[in-house]
């Protein structure tokens, strides 16, 4: 039904308010942010959503997440109700060390952004000539690393350059995916498509793990989905499942993150306990430990 078969096997409450003033007293220093590309070609099944409302659950927690917002529609950038004149284009096209002005500061002072705007659409042709085109972002990213925890790669709906740059820079990549009939359309291309970078060109690229979004508990369909998507993925599905919420859907129209538009709905709930998954999946406490006791 849902024509997992083909998917399979090309590549093979920890609270997380962390005190960070007392790790920092105790000589806590940053290792490596983990970059992480939030990616589906299919449009629409959560992407910005999740972006949003992930870094957002971690920076509220005291963690340092810068957020890019790689998509030409700047979702990313109006939800946050941001604005800067030096985007993500500009970040791209930029010359020497200084990363500063790109980088814009939002009203979670553990959270920052590099904005979109439309001039991302132009980049696949105006990249076209370039050598090594596809380690652009990577190239970028080596300067600005060490100076956050988490890096979200807000990715936009297409296997483009963009996508493929995100993807050479990133450590992980989560995919999320929509309860619906649809769902797995067009996951093997993706999945094939970080395969053949993970090869190629990243050897650290990693599934971090597969996100239901969506998820509507009176629909039928919805939990045949989850099951079928638990059964052919097993432990690379996340455990949290992201409802349907209204909530979710009103916030980027007011420009502010579920966490604090609408706190204890269903939607702000879920991506809370979603980044408490994701530091333990990635053992997130224990590198702040270690970090502390060297
Ligand atoms: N859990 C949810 N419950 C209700 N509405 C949601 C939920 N998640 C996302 N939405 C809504 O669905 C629409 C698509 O979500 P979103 O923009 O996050 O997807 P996307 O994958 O980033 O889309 P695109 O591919 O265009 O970038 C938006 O209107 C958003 O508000
Ligand atoms: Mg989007």
Not at 58 to 84: C, E, H, P, R, Y
Not at 128 to 141: A, E, F, P, W, Y
């Amino acid at each position: 039904m849902f024509h997992v078969e083909h998917l399979q096997g090309k590549c093979s409450t920890w609270n997380i308010r962390l005190n960070i003033d007392f790790l920092m007293a105790c000589g806590y220093k940053k290792a490596m942010a983990h970059i992480i590309s939030i990616t589906n070609q299919k449009g629409g099944v959560g992407k910005t959503t999740s972006s949003i409302s992930l870094s957002t659950a971690l920076a509220k927690s005291g963690v340092d997440v810068l957020l890019i917002d790689a998509d030409s529609q700047f979702n990313t950038t109006s939800g946050l109700n941001a604005q800067n004149n030096r985007t993500f284009y500009d970040f791209l096209w930029s010359e020497g060390p200084d990363f500063s002005s790109y980088v814009q500061a939002t009203k979670y002072p553990t959270l920052s952004l590099i904005g979109a705007d439309p001039r991302l659409s132009g980049l696949e042709f105006e990249w076209s000539g370039l050598d090594q085109n596809k380690h652009i972002l990577k190239r970028k990213m080596e300067l600005i690393e060490k100076n956050y925890d988490f890096i979200f790669i807000d990715c936009p709906p297409s296997l483009g350059l963009l996508t493929v740059n995100a993807l050479v820079a990133s450590k992980f990549f989560i995919v999320p995916l929509q309860c619906e009939y649809y769902a797995l359309e067009g996951l093997s291309l993706l999945l094939n498509t970080a395969c053949t970078i993970k090869e190629n060109l990243n050897p650290d690229l990693t599934l971090q793990g597969i996100l239901l979004t969506m998820f509507d508990s009176r629909n039928t369909l919805s939990h045949k989905v989850v099951e079928q998507v638990r059964l052919h993925f097993k432990n690379k599905v996340f455990q949290t499942v992201i409802p349907r919420n209204v909530r979710l859907s009103e916030a980027p129209s007011h420009g502010i993150p579920i966490s604090d538009y609408a706190p204890d709905s269903s939607g702000a709930l879920a991506y809370n306990k979603l980044a408490e998954e994701l530091i333990e999946r990635l053992n997130f406490k224990k590198a702040f430990k270690e970090n502390v006791l060297q």
